[in-house]
Nanobody, 122 residues
């Protein structure tokens, strides 16, 4: 099983990025898939999650209204569209998958991908 996050980059505040999470060895449509981020010197935090049950979504308060998580079952991908980025969004972003019908609490996920760096300058 392998998860791979991609799509990070550097940009100025107000810009947009779309992160992608690709999977091999598991079919993401049957998993709860989440995005986490970890800024330098800070604890990892959950950003968003999409459940397999009904594709319901959850977002951290800090990203509500700016970020959108979605899945493309035909491509076995999960995306995180990030709009109105600000410097506080600077972090390494990770995708993770859990064999659960609902988004788990905390970071109780089974599989984690390598991160992708997002850097937002003011």
């Amino acid at each position: 099983v392998q998860l791979q996050a991609s799509g990070g980059g550097s940009m100025h505040a107000g810009g947009s990025l779309r992160l992608s999470c690709a999977a091999s060895g598991l079919t993401l449509r049957y998993y709860a898939v989440a995005w986490f981020r970890q800024a330098l010197g800070k604890e990892r935090e959950g950003v968003s999650c999409i459940s397999p049950r009904d594709s319901s979504t959850k977002y951290a308060d800090s990203v509500k209204g700016r970020f959108t998580i979605s899945r493309d079952n035909t491509r076995n991908m999960v995306y995180l569209q990030m709009n109105s980025l600000n410097p506080e969004d600077t972090a390494v972003y990770y995708c993770a998958a859990a064999a659960s019908v609902d988004c788990p609490e905390g970071d109780d996920y089974d599989d984690w991908g390598q991160g992708t760096q997002v850097t937002v300058s003011s």
